[in-house]
């Protein structure tokens, strides 16, 4: 079955750690987003990528790093400088950026 | 700037009642728009979507239709279950420049046997 994995469902870093989070996707889709979610909040967008080996910036995207070095994986670094990590990051893909999204299952990250 | 600004929840209904969750946009030029719904502890599933004015989107019984003359895309549904319980995301997504998907804050459904 096609769809979008996202590892681990939970994720428990001390603070100051550098955390990866994982999104891979079987989809043949060209883009993906990160969104982080918080509670009573819309997502917001951290990054996006709509081939290999490019990526854009998001509306948040201070303490946070990607990389797609291959077309169905897009991993999250979120890094110590990231003030506020403690969230659910969502993980999503299209066909292009002019289609509808698809969501990975999320992570949810807490932070101590 | 775009925008998307949904009713605020929870919203409690009894079986079989009759759903309206309110959604309205700003937008520069003809956005597509999505209703999303996300179960709990889970990413955000498709609902359905509408691309250009007077479309209606449907699926699973819930229906919206695109209205620009009221810059509006309200969700319905004729009779709810308590499956039906979970949190429903309004979006645009923009025509112009690059792309930019808009989320709405999301409204909370909690349907009662």
């Known amino acids: 079955d096609g769809g979008i994995t996202q590892s681990p469902k939970y994720l428990f870093r001390k603070e100051g750690q550098n955390v990866t989070l994982s999104c891979e996707q079987n989809l043949n889709h060209d883009a993906m987003y990160w969104y982080r979610q918080d509670p009573g909040q819309g997502l917001r967008l951290i990054y996006y990528s709509q081939i290999v080996n490019d990526f854009q910036k998001g509306d948040i995207a201070e303490g946070y790093s990607v990389s797609r070095e291959k077309k169905e994986s897009f991993p999250l670094t979120v890094t110590s400088a990231q003030k506020n990590p403690t969230a659910f990051y969502l993980c999503?893909?299209?066909?292009?950026?002019?289609?509808?999204?698809?969501f990975g299952p999320g992570t949810r990250l807490t932070v101590t | 700037g775009n925008s998307v600004t949904q009713m605020e929840g929870p919203v409690t209904l009894s079986e079989e009642a009759f759903l309206t969750i309110n959604c309205t946009y700003t937008a520069t030029g003809y956005p597509s728009l999505f209703w999303y719904v996300q179960y709990p502890g889970e990413g955000l599933q498709l609902l359905l979507k509408?691309?250009?004015?007077?479309d209606k989107g449907s699926n699973k019984g819930f229906e919206a239709t695109y209205r620009k003359e009221t810059t509006s895309f309200h969700l319905e549904k004729g009779s709810v279950q308590v499956s039906d319980s979970a949190v429903y995301f309004c979006a645009l997504r923009t025509t112009s420049g690059t792309y930019k998907y808009i989320f709405g804050t999301g409204t909370r459904l909690k349907v009662l046997a």
């Open positions: 509408a691309t250009k004015a007077d």
């Open positions: 999503a893909s299209s066909i292009g950026t002019v289609y509808e999204q698809y």
